[in-house]
């Protein structure tokens, strides 16, 4: 499955649209991950531990979103558009929201 943040695939006429897919993941940072990001905001440096936790989030979601689109009947989703959030009390879970538009090309 084709997958692009542009609205069209360059050389690829859309046959047909099949509508709105989306894919949600809501994943908690834990305790030590926190520990650990409050060290390196510190010192200095990049968190690759919640880099880590970031990435698994979004390739989630747009594995989910891909399935849904494929459920569709389509075989590209367009028009992506990836959202990254806080959530919860203390800001400890992170929410990272796909959507786009399900297309036959």
Same mark, same amino acid.
């Given at each position: 499955?084709?997958?692009?943040?542009?609205?069209?695939?360059?050389?690829?006429?859309?046959?047909?649209?099949?509508?709105?897919?989306?894919?949600?993941?809501?994943?908690?940072?834990?305790?030590?991950?926190?520990f650990l990001a409050g060290i390196r905001d510190f010192i200095g440096g990049r968190s690759g531990s919640y880099e880590k936790v970031l990435?698994?989030?979004? &390739? /989630?979601?747009?594995?989910?979103?891909?399935?849904?689109?494929?459920?569709?009947?389509?075989? !590209? $989703? #367009?028009?992506?558009?990836?959202?990254? &959030? /806080?959530?919860?009390?203390?800001?400890?879970?992170?929410?990272?929201?796909?959507?786009?538009? !399900? $297309? #036959?090309?």
């Amino acid at each position: 499955m084709v997958l692009s943040t542009t609205p069209t695939i360059e050389g690829q006429p859309i046959k047909a649209y099949k509508g709105v897919v989306t894919g949600e993941t809501i994943i908690g940072a834990n305790f030590m991950k926190d520990f650990l990001a409050g060290i390196r905001d510190f010192i200095g440096g990049r968190s690759g531990s919640y880099e880590k936790v970031l990435e698994e989030a979004r &390739e /989630t979601s747009l594995a989910e979103m891909q399935e849904r689109a494929s459920q569709m009947g389509a075989n !590209a $989703v #367009v028009g992506i558009d990836i959202d990254y &959030e /806080t959530i919860g009390e203390s800001g400890s879970m992170l929410m990272v929201a796909v959507s786009g538009t !399900a $297309v #036959v090309i």
